[in-house]
């Protein structure tokens, strides 16, 4: 079945480390590939998008994500987090039927130690 | 300002009782979705529709209904057969091809 997933539900860091939060599908076509974030209390707003070309998006607040086709992943990267990035991120994926069920993965909660 | 407007905010239901949650854009967005967002599950989509009549079932349809008799409204009834209703609902909308989707404030329902 078409699905997505991510495997790290929650991660914790000090400010200042690295941060890779992991995001794979299964879907055999072309597909559009979504980061979200959701910070305490907001909704749910876009990081950033991948379409096409270039498989490394980079993204808002300093985000970026790599798209590896033979991997089936599409992976989100910051090289410095900050106190301000604890939220609950998302990795959303076109499914379905002429990918048009936005399907979300179950989330990994963020929490960045001061 | 264009967006998203899901109202209540928050919303108490008796056990046996039927709700509806409201969901309006004004984006002129085709598509608009309805998810549910429970701790540790990330967001179940319940339904979908891309154009106005038309609807489609998601991961979790069981106890839901909703209806697109306008581009701009896609309500959510969350009817007694529904058995764990509680829970944060979420409405999105977007363009249909290659864009991303925005979304409301969500909706917390409690049945008590």
Known sequence: AQSVSQHNHHVILSE????????NYSYGGTVNLFWYVQYPGQHLQLLLKYFSGDPLVKGIKGFEAEFIKSKFSFNLRKPSVQW?????????????RSARQLTFGSGTQLTVLP | ??????????????????????????????????YRQDPGQGLRLIYY???????????????YSVSREKKESFPLTV?????????????ASRQTGDTEAFFGQGTRLTVV
Not at chain 2, 26 to 34: P, T
Not at chain 2, 85 to 90: C, E, G, N, Q, R
Request: proline residues 4%; hydrophobic residues 35%.
């Open chain 2, 49 to 63: 529709s891309q154009i106005v009549n038309d609807f489609q079932k998601g991961d979790i349809a069981e106890g």
């Open chain 2, 1 to 34: 300002d264009g967006g998203i407007t899901q109202s209540p905010k928050y919303l108490f239901r008796k056990e046996g009782q039927n709700v509806t949650l409201s969901c309006e854009q004004n984006l002129n967005h085709d598509a608009m979705y309805w």
């Open chain 1, 16 to 23: 200042a480390a690295s941060l890779e939060l992991g995001c």
């Open chain 2, 79 to 91: 009817t007694s057969a529904q058995k764990n209703p509680t829970a944060f609902y979420l409405c």
């Open chain 1, 84 to 96: 301000s990035d604890t939220a609950e991120y998302f990795c959303a994926v076109p499914l379905g």
